[in-house]
Nanobody, 114 residues
Framework: QVNLLESGGDLVQPGGSLTLSCVGS????????VNWHRQAPGGQREMIAG???????NYEDSVKGRFTISRDDDKNTVYLQMNNLEPEDTAVYYC????????WGQGTRVTVST
C-alpha cells in the first residue's frame, strides 16, 4: 500500500555513471523529505544525500560533487544521479522518508568494478 520503490542499480565500470530512481507508491512524495542511504558489503547503512519538500539539499562528503539528488513531484519520484563512480560506491542503495522511520524497501544494488 505505502512503499518507496528503488530501481536503476547495475554493474558499471569505474568512472561510469548511473541514475537511481525512487518512486512513491501509495504516498505523495511532494509532502515529505526523502534521503538516499547506502549499505556497502559488510558495512552499516549510511545517509549520503537528502532533499526536503522545499528542495533544500545536503550531501555526505564522499559523494559531494559527484552525485546529484533531485525530485520530480509530478512523477512522484526522487532521483540520484551518480557520476565518476568508484569501487567504494559499491553498495545497496535505499531511499527513505524520515516521516515513516520504519519504512524501508529492498533497495537497488550498485556494483562498480572492472
Amino acid at each position: 500500500q505505502v512503499n518507496l520503490l528503488e530501481s536503476g542499480g547495475d554493474l558499471v565500470q569505474p568512472g561510469g555513471s548511473l541514475t537511481l530512481s525512487c518512486v512513491g507508491s501509495g504516498i505523495g512524495l511532494k509532502w515529505y523529505a526523502v534521503n538516499w542511504h547506502r549499505q556497502a558489503p559488510g558495512g552499516q547503512r549510511e545517509m549520503i544525500a537528502g532533499i526536503t519538500r522545499d528542495r533544500h539539499i545536503n550531501y555526505e562528503d564522499s559523494v559531494k560533487g559527484r552525485f546529484t539528488i533531485s525530485r520530480d513531484d509530478d512523477k512522484n519520484t526522487v532521483y540520484l544521479q551518480m557520476n565518476n563512480l568508484e569501487p567504494e560506491d559499491t553498495a545497496v542503495y535505499y531511499c527513505h522518508a524520515p516521516y515513516f522511520p520504519t519504512m524501508w524497501g529492498q533497495g537497488t544494488r550498485v556494483t562498480v568494478s572492472t
